[in-house]
């Protein structure tokens, strides 16, 4: 071809090209444009939309129809499918027998590509595919190597459906509503168990299952009563809810109920008999109070009568109900009464009386019988005790964890003080009874209350500490007038260091307000109770005749001579403001007013115990002396007069002539001769008012013709390890 003609087919083609672009357009109104030259463009909307290819005009648009009617939507559901359009078009002209295919996020296509008509339109059916939501459908179409896609946003939404259901037995034809369905069963044995069944069906579809999982809730009478178990909450498996019922005490009608929350409530009950149990047998339960007051007394917060239960109960153990159970004393002495003296066993099987105490102190037990089936059935409580519940003076003692503690140079030393009470025939006072404390050195807790007749505070080592005559000082008195606690000397010679001075016997010296022996501190419990005595003719009360240990009020004998200075502070019972004497009657309440002019018109005094506790020093003061007591250091050596062996005594206190702490360690060394008896010594616990001694025996080596020297060491070491040690000279002489 020429120059001159290809230029003329170029300009041709230029003209073709327009007039087809002229005679290009769409008049579908749910369809976007697309410009094959200028690329896609996304329709507008959610019900159309059209993109465009990569070359020529190829374009692709969607519209979404009411399957049914054909009008535009953009939505579709189970019951209203929708119908998805595309229509390709090909520089504006629609393009037949071209293959369109479809997806989309949500919903399902059938098919899921489609061929365009002559019309250049492609269909398939968009339905809900069982989810509800929000998606996007993608059309893809390829026209002799151009590509075009358009997408579409719709919503899949859930068919407006009505559920109805109800709850009762069965299912389909055989559904009974508001019916729990109990196998049958009518009347239930004793101790028995069933399966109480219900059903959740549609009523709106024929009484299928209805299947979405409901909790049902059980519960009857005899249930909320403790009588019967049953599963409280059960979630249904295919429309059903099943829970096992059983007896155990309940007898006669009992109804099972079960409720259920759909949206609202739904209701099924049964009704059924449970059948009364046979005696298995009659158990005791409890006896409270087991300690009872003696009757016209109370005691100390005690009580005169106690509720005594027992227990009807079947084969099984479990209760029976309605059951007559008469009672009866082992004793009457003393007036003693139960009431009432028969009665019936309530739903959970148990019986209860009543024992009222007595005049006189004893033991008692209620025997319960009850008979069933032409057998009778039988059983005896715990014993009882009759007593006053009131403590007194000779039942009441002090002790001690700790009587010797290292306290004199060392604060928070603590030592636990126990009291025990018990009433004027030795049983426990009741539970609760107060116990006062107070000490004349270190610190106290104020009381406690007695559990089992016993209770226990801490003593701790603090200010004030007892003080008194100290070894190497001169004699002291206390003087009031100074406050408490306050010594001076009475201007005499100091006493020597030497712990053997007044070891036996212990201090002495007492001035007309008392000798005062440091570091030992009086503790005082007081309780509200009453005087002993001796019941000489066995009538269980005080009156002429009778022996009492007559009490006058409590005070704190801080110098330990048993009589109450007036520098020692007392307890004022009656707030009279003066210390009262024993006033020579008996108080207490087991006293027979009638007859005896003995009985005081106050039942109750502070009855007291006194404990005392050595605050010993840690430095020790020692010597050795020989059998006689004559000390080995005053000049003399100890002489082991060649190969004999000499008896020694070790004599050791503190700084107050006062036992060491203890678990203090003592030990004896020599660097000549042995040792054979009384090496080493540790100290006991103990409250003994003086210095501490402890027998041994050295022997010589008896070598001849020759005089051996050496010194006997005595060692003492506390339990907080100070340490005191002391020498005496050892000397033996053997001739040839």
Known sequence: MGRFQKILMMLFLVVMS??????????????????????GSSGGGSSGGSSGGSGGSLAISLALVDQATGSATTSVSAASPGELRATVTLNGATVGSQVVSFATTIGTLTPSSGLTNTAGLATVVLSDGGTSGAGTITADVTVSGTAATATLNFQVVSSATTTTVDMGSGTGASFLADTIGLGGITDLAAGGTLTATVSIVETSNNNVAYTTPVTVNFTSACVVAGTATMDAAVL?????????YLAQGCTGSDTITATADVGTTLNATANFTVQSASVGSLEFVSATPESISLQGTGGSGGTETSAVVFRVVDAQGNPVANQLVNFSLDTVVGGLTLNPTSATSDQNG?????????????????????????????????????TTGIPDQDSFSLSASVLTPEAWNHDGVVSVITARLADRFNNPVPDGTAVTFTTEGGSIESSCTTTNGACSVNWTSQAPRPCGQTMG?????????LGPNQ???TGGVANPVDPVIDFDPPPQGESSLGQPYGGRATIVATVVGEESFIDTNGNGVFDDGDSMKDLPEAWVDENEDGVRGGFEPFFDFNANGSYDAADGAFNGVLCNRTVSPLCSSDETLHIRETLVLVMSGSAAYIDVVDGALMQFNAGNNIDLSCDAAVAFTVIYSDLHHQPMPVGTKVTVTSSHGSIVLGGSYTQADTTYNGAIAFAGNIEGTGTADKTNTGLLIVTVETPRGLISQASYPVTETCPP
């Open 18 to 39: 327009f007039g087809l672009a002229g005679c290009s357009g769409s008049d579908d109104a749910f369809s976007g444009d697309g410009d094959g030259a200028n690329g």
């Open 236 to 244: 249904t498996t295919a429309g059903i809810a099943s829970s096992t």
């Open 350 to 386: 148990l019986v209860q009386t009543v024992v009222q105490s007595g005049t006189v102190s004893t033991s008692v037990g209620v025997t319960a019988t009850t008979s069933s089936g032409g057998s009778t059935y039988q059983t005896q409580s715990s014993q009882l005790v009759v």
């Open 473 to 481: 000082a001169a004699d002291v008195v206390l003087d009031p007038s």
């Open 487 to 489: 010594c001076v000397t």
